[in-house]
């Protein structure tokens, strides 16, 4: 029965089915199957999804659709671990969103989906963040890497807030900050004194992982 | 007055009148039922005022077809713009199709093609190549660039439009960012002239505060609103270039309503960039045959409801001036203008809005004139017919150079590009196999040495160094610089 629900949740994400992975997450806790190996079974997915997407095999309206299955099905896994007083395994966690006064969407939910595929916790809090809501996220969740993202180079002085608060708190060493967005260079990020960029999503979750020391 | 290019061809319509219709049934549906948000209190309560079902909590204002209707009825099919001299005012509406230039956020080096960020002279520079061509009709948003050196990002529309009202004497546009159109309108109100006033909604069906803001202040100066959307099709717009037409004229018709409640009979001009999206990258695909199809689309619809149009779709992306580049901005410009927009945005434009050039602006202008001189379209009457002079030369021997009738006529109907390479082969070898770039570079360079702009006066040229200082300090309060 465990092996059913786990295959169907895993089946859930791949198909795109946000119905079901969230009622084959629910019926998973019912059961009692460890949160842990069900957690296991959606990155499994997401990451095959996420494979598929880097050999081309299949697009952006896939991996957005596969993250929305998964997303459907965490909030359910994760409340289970917490009641169970159960440590996820994780490469690092990832406050992301996009910086206040810009409110495009799109990248930003791309990088953040494909850093959860590869087994990072990731706290997305959406667009138009100021620096005061990054900073309490930071300490909130104790994150190792902080990714902000920007349309435009005119957001710089909210980032370079947020990298001063940091400072001033004596935080800056302890996170790594990523920048990332359309019109956002190398130049640009070493600037505003970001740690890296990187100009696609899947080179953001490479950079993440150089970040933090990984591979 | 300019005269931009008659369009004495018929109208490209790609939609039968049932989809018209459809595609107007659908557009009020969505207007009534689904509504636009507008992330602005004061605005939220001036729709209620107004007859519009309002819900405050989410921002949500619904439009009565009705209202939608009457509204579309009282934007004036054509207006007179204002430039710093009357030579180059222009009358947008009816079948005058004009040009312009795209912005970018920076410059591109010609060897390396990396972009590159531009100096104060560069944009100096840039605008001066503009104000030279004939066929800039007028000066674009953020003309040219975005970013350039030395000037914080706060201040960099400001100083650019300072800029650009002192290197041309043309129409400018402008687009606005925290409260810089504060500042641009003063400065076009000391230079006698009317900007035209960009309001952008953003896509899906939102207007954020900086774009209600913008609203009321383009009007309240009593300059023209140009109201453009671009989703990208798939990601902010549905996928299908029907769909996206939808929330494009609802994006745009939300906003047009918004500024006849606010002064009935504002002339208005809309601008479509929609674009599908790159799935693998998820960024516009900039050049995409189906901006064409959307372009036309959209131009056919408004043209219906007698409302000027503007084509936002200079862009390529194509990285160098190449082969792509050329197809690219050509394709969709030539079709757009067929299908009877009235302003065409493509001089200097590159990748996305992320560079431009000079160069390209010389090379775009032999696009332009080529188009142009399409729209223009055939002489047909007895001279140019020509049959007693056909009569009169007969078969070979005989020949046209040397007949009255090529002298008087030729150059009426045959467009001379300024830069495109047209040696003949054995000449091209001959002078250093140069291309259209080389050329152009050419002319550019001597464009620069040469080119002479109006002045302003010395108290207008004061006044906007003051209104420049006025607005430094303002974003200094705002910690902005």
């Known amino acids: 029965m465990a092996v059913e629900v786990i295959e169907n949740l895993k089946r859930a994400v791949i198909e795109y089915d946000v119905e079901g992975a969230a009622s084959w997450a629910r019926k998973a806790v019912a059961e009692q199957i460890d949160p842990l190996k069900a957690l296991d079974a959606l990155t499994i997915s997401i990451r095959q999804v996420g494979d598929a997407f880097g050999r081309g095999e299949l697009f952006l309206p896939e ?38 006064g810009d409110i495009h969407n799109i990248g930003k939910s791309m990088v953040s989906t494909l850093l959860v595929a590869d087994g990072f916790t990731v706290h997305d809090l959406g667009i138009n963040i100021t620096a005061d809501e990054f900073i309490k996220a930071i300490n909130n969740y104790k994150a190792d890497i902080l990714a902000m993202s920007a349309l435009l180079t005119i957001t710089a002085p909210e980032q370079t807030k947020v990298i001063s608060a940091l400072k001033e708190m004596g935080l800056r060493d302890k996170v790594k900050i990523m920048v990332g967005g359309g019109a956002i260079t190398y130049k640009f990020a070493e600037s505003i004194g970001a740690d890296g960029y990187d100009p696609t999503a899947p080179g953001a979750v490479v950079l993440a992982k150089r970040l933090i020391g990984i591979e | 007055m300019l005269k931009g290019f008659s369009r004495n061809i018929k109208s490209l319509e790609i939609l039968t009148d049932e989809e018209l219709a459809a595609i107007h049934r659908g557009t009020l549906d969505v207007l009534e039922t689904t509504g636009v948000t507008f992330d602005h209190q004061e605005t939220l309560q001036f729709f209620a005022d107004h007859g519009c079902q309002v819900d405050f909590n989410n921002k949500r204002v619904r439009m009565p077809g009705w209202l939608v209707e009457d509204c579309l009825r009282k934007v004036p099919s054509s207006f007179v713009l204002k430039a710093r001299e009357p030579k180059n005012d222009m009358k947008i509406g009816g079948n005058i199709t004009y040009f312009t230039n795209a912005p970018g956020m920076g410059t591109i080096d010609l060897d390396s093609w990396e972009p590159v960020t531009p100096t104060r002279e560069d944009n100096v520079n840039a605008v001066k190549v503009l104000d030279s061509l004939e066929t800039v009709h007028n000066i674009g948003c953020y003309t040219p660039y975005m970013e350039i050196e030395g000037v914080p990002p706060a201040m960099t529309m400001i100083e650019g439009m300072a800029n650009k009202l002192r290197m041309s004497s043309k129409v400018n546009q402008e687009a606005y960012q925290k409260d810089s159109e504060l500042f641009t309108i003063k400065m076009a109100q000391v230079a006698e002239t009317q900007l035209i006033g960009t309001v952008d909604p953003s896509p899906p069906m939102t207007y954020d505060e ?62 479509d960039f929609v674009h599908p999206m790159d799935m693998r990258g998820g960024h516009p695909a900039f050049g995409a045959v189906e901006c064409a199809l959307h372009e036309a689309m959209f131009t056919q619809i408004f043209r219906g409801y007698g409302i000027p149009t503007h084509h936002w779709y200079g862009f390529v992306s194509a990285k160098k001036m190449d082969f792509q580049s050329g197809y690219e901005k050509s394709m969709i410009a030539l079709l757009t203008a067929m299908a009877g927009t009235n302003l065409v945005e493509i001089h200097g434009a590159m990748y996305g809005e992320l560079v ?47 007949k009255e009738h090529t002298r008087k006529w030729w150059k009426k109907e045959h467009f001379i590009p300024k830069v495109a390479d047209r040696a003949a082969f054995q000449e091209w070898l001959r002078t250093g196999k140069k291309d259209i770039i080389a050329l152009a570079k050419e002319r550019t360079e001597e464009l620069i040495a040469k080119h002479k702009p109006k002045p302003l006066t010395l108290g207008q040229d004061k006044e906007i160094d003051e209104i420049i200082e006025e607005a430094m300090s303002y974003y200094k309060q705002k910690g902005l610089i």
């Open chain 1, 63 to 100: 991996l957005a659709a596969a993250a929305d299955a998964m997303q459907s099905a965490m909030p359910i896994i994760e409340e289970e671990l917490k009641k169970r007083e159960v440590k996820r395994k994780t490469l690092g966690t990832v406050v992301i969103g996009t910086v206040y």
């Open chain 2, 210 to 271: 900086s774009a209600c803001k913008a609203m009321y202040r383009w009007i309240e100066a009593g300059f023209p609103v140009d109201i453009g959307s671009g989703a990208v099709m798939g990601g902010t717009g549905p996928a299908t270039i029907a769909g996206s037409t939808i929330t494009n004229n609802v994006e745009l018709i939300a906003g047009i309503i918004f500024s006849q409640l606010i002064k009935p009979g504002t002339a208005i001009m809309v601008a």
């Open chain 2, 356 to 402: 431009w050039s000079p160069v390209q602006a010389v090379m775009d202008e032999d696009v332009v004139g080529w188009i142009g001189r399409f729209l223009e379209g055939v002489n047909v009457n007895n001279e140019t017919l020509a049959i007693d002079l056909i009569e009169e030369v007969g078969p070979i021997p005989g020949f046209y150079l040397n």
